[in-house]
């Protein structure tokens, strides 16, 4: 058979492919943003500052000789892509989540992938929950490892029996700390229990976390340092892209741990490193987060806003349901795709910007609407929102 033919076959298969997602109308596309955000996960706000509280300058503490008059990074970290200044940065990053290292990646997505590829081998055996973000099952099946089993979402007892059936190997247990599309918290508290009792290693994605829950009530640091389990987890996950606004995403640990990912994550290794400007907007988060100032109780108080009216209905008697949730990402279970597009285009015509959520991202029988809140919106949004959803579902 020809190249050419090699290639109308495959072409043949990318039309077949997008024409079973139109059959089940769930074809993605890209749609510019409304009026209303409900829908990004910039949960503080702090993408679209004009102050200069995140201003990206060249006088600004902390950022000497990142170069940025420098448009790019020239190469990886491991070749030209390396400063000094990178280096103060993760030591900062490492000093507030309370951690001996932390290492920079371009993005939460590459952190994920190399970092699990990174740190197992073929006798590893992974569990994770049925519920981890994309990136950290890609990340497992990228690793040399073939030993990959799911537990029940939140499920400590499923994952204890697991755990027991395969403590003989090399463990390694993958959770997040708020889930991206359940918006619940994991019970990390009984999982790092779990894994210190089995001799697990423990991952934790903290995406959703960062700058949204902490030591404090109304601090950022993430869940784990909420919980007092910093030396519990063995590898963290902080990423910039949510809640603070910026790029990229810093795997926080060891120092054994930090020298193995250098040495072994690939996306690391053979990626151009984030160009200096990225460095300088994260640097701006991190004075930002750690500022004695520094509060996300507005946000909170939205969020119990929110809660407060939906709770004052009776949703589940026309078909759907609110996922518990006291975090940013607020879930209604709708369960049937046309009818979440049909509520999708209702609160699009009140320029409110919410997007379905469909199978494969969840289990078929779950489609949603995932809503975002931020500390931006207003109660006079919040209105406008839970009266067109409870008028979409009659």
């Known amino acids: 058979m020809s190249s050419t033919s090699h290639f109308h076959t495959l072409h043949t298969q990318w039309a077949k492919r ?10 993605r596309r890209l749609r510019a943003p409304l009026a209303i955000d409900f829908c990004s996960n910039d ?18 503490p902390n950022l000497k000789n990142l170069e940025l008059n420098q448009q790019g990074a020239t190469g990886s970290r491991l070749l030209s892509g390396q400063r000094q200044a990178i280096s103060d940065l993760e030591t900062r990053i490492a000093q507030f989540h309370q951690t001996p290292a932390a290492l ?69 247990v993958v959770v997040e700390s708020i889930y991206s599309m359940d918006g619940d918290a994991a019970p990390l508290l009984t999982i790092a229990a779990l894994t210190k009792q089995f001799n697990a290693c423990l991952v934790v994605d903290e995406a959703h976390a960062t700058g949204i829950f902490g030591v404090n009530q109304n601090s950022g640091e993430g869940l784990v340092q909420r919980l007092g ?36 994550a690939r996306p690391l290794i053979y990626s151009t490193a984030l160009p200096p400007t990225s460095y300088a907007a994260i640097a701006r988060a991190y004075d930002a987060l750690a500022h004695p100032n520094f509060s996300n ?29 006291s975090s940013p990402i607020q879930g209604l279970i709708i369960g049937d795709v046309a009818r979440t597009l049909d509520m999708v285009d209702t609160l699009r015509a009140q320029q409110l910007d919410v997007r379905p959520i469909f199978s494969p991202t969840v289990p078929a029988g779950s489609e949603r609407l995932r809503i975002c809140l931020h500390a931006f919106n207003t109660t006079n949004e919040l209105d406008i929102l839970v009266q067109t959803l409870w008028r979409a579902v009659q």
């Not at 997602?21 to 074809?27: G, I, K, M, S």
């Not at 099952?137 to 755990?163: C, E, P, T, W």
């Not at 963290?236 to 926080?252: N, P, Q, S, W």
């Open 18 to 27: 997008l024409e079973q997602r139109d059959a089940t109308q769930q074809r």
């Open 43 to 60: 949960y503080l706000g702090w993408a679209r500052r004009e102050d200069s509280l995140l201003a990206i300058s060249r006088t600004a």
């Open 104 to 172: 920079l990646f371009n993005s939460g997505f590459d952190a994920n992938i190399g970092t699990l590829a990174a740190i197992s081998n073929r006798h590893t055996v992974f569990i994770y929950d049925e519920l981890a973000h994309a990136s950290l099952i890609d990340g497992m099946r990228l690793s040399m490892s073939r030993h990959r089993y799911k537990f029940r979402h939140n499920d400590v007892s499923h994952l204890a029996q697991l755990l027991r059936q395969h403590q003989d190997k090399p463990l390694c």
């Open 229 to 264: 389990l910093e030396r519990a987890v063995d590898v963290r996950i902080h990423t910039f892209g949510k809640g603070l606004g910026c790029h990229g995403a810093a795997v926080v640990g060891s120092q054994l741990l930090i020298d193995t990912l250098i040495n072994f």
């Open 297 to 325: 109780a507005e946000l909170h108080a939205l969020i119990a806003s929110f809660r407060a009216r939906i709770e004052a209905m009776n949703w589940s008697e026309h078909g759907v349901r609110w996922l518990d949730s």
